[in-house]
């Protein structure tokens, strides 16, 4: 199993500020690596895919990067509705056996 | 746009079967290019992926879920189902159905857009 580990556990940046969170694979997914953001009671909803390629509507201020074992999602100027919590999913398995990391928290300072 | 909700009951009984449907509108569950995805979520933890199906019957599923989960599709309702055999307080989660899209034309790889609400299942007696 791929074991996908994100860090921190919890980030506190204040509006307006830059997010880096951080996703590492135990082994290489290549490009093969989807990022999600929770809000509390909700589904999650897809950010990223292919590492770096934002999903249909998803505004320009997330961005996605790396590849191999190290990925970074960022988002440029944190605004209110951008506080929740980010998953990463990695797809590289076959047969499949999709893992997600087990989140980051995005927290008001 | 394609809609997913997930129905069924929210209290299942210890070594019972979970069985939850998912019923999928606004496009059609055969049109071919996706699968059709179960994924759970603990109370306060993570995302794990249960598994998934093809219109046309095709599986796939979680190997450390697999020998207890069965799902199916029934074409004509535009659903797909879940079932979890032998339940457990450990099966106590959200469950969320999704479509799974796959990343390439053999589909060896993809990502979950869009997901239902979800439904909490709490098994208990």
């Known amino acids: 199993e791929i074991v996908m580990t994100q860090s921190p556990a919890t980030l506190s940046v204040s509006p307006g500020e830059r997010a880096t969170l951080s996703c590492r694979a135990s082994?290489?997914?290549?490009?093969?690596l989807a990022w999600y953001q929770q809000k509390p009671g909700q589904a999650p909803r897809l950010l990223i895919y292919?590492?770096?390629t934002r999903a249909t509507g998803i505004p320009a201020r997330f961005s996605g990067s790396g590849s191999g074992t190290e990925f970074t999602l960022t988002i440029s100027s944190l605004q209110s509705e951008d506080f929740a919590v980010y998953y990463c999913?990695?797809?590289?398995?076959?047969?499949?056996?999709?893992?997600f990391g087990q989140g980051t928290k995005l927290e008001i300072k | 746009q394609v809609q997913l909700q997930e129905s069924g009951p929210g209290l299942v009984k210890p070594s019972q079967t979970l069985s939850l449907t998912c019923t999928v509108s606004?496009?059609?569950?055969?049109?071919?290019?996706?699968?059709w995805s179960w994924i759970r979520q603990h109370p306060g933890k993570g995302l794990e992926w249960i598994g998934y199906?093809?219109?046309?019957?095709?599986?796939y599923y979680n190997p450390s879920l697999k020998s207890r989960v069965t799902i199916s599709v029934d074409t004509s309702k535009n659903q797909f189902s879940l079932k979890l055999s032998s339940v457990t307080a450990a099966d106590t989660a959200v469950y969320y159905c999704?479509?799974?899209?796959?990343?390439?034309?053999?589909?060896?790889?993809?990502?979950?857009?869009?997901w239902g609400q979800g439904t909490l299942v709490t098994v208990s007696s």
């Open positions: 606004g496009g059609s569950i055969s049109s071919g290019g996706y699968y």
């Open positions: 199906i093809y219109y046309s019957g095709s599986t």
């Open positions: 999704a479509r799974f899209y796959c990343s390439s034309t053999s589909c060896y790889g993809g990502w979950f857009d869009p």
């Open positions: 082994q290489s997914v290549s490009s093969n």
């Open positions: 292919g590492a770096s």
């Open positions: 999913q990695q797809y590289n398995n076959w047969p499949p056996a999709y893992t």
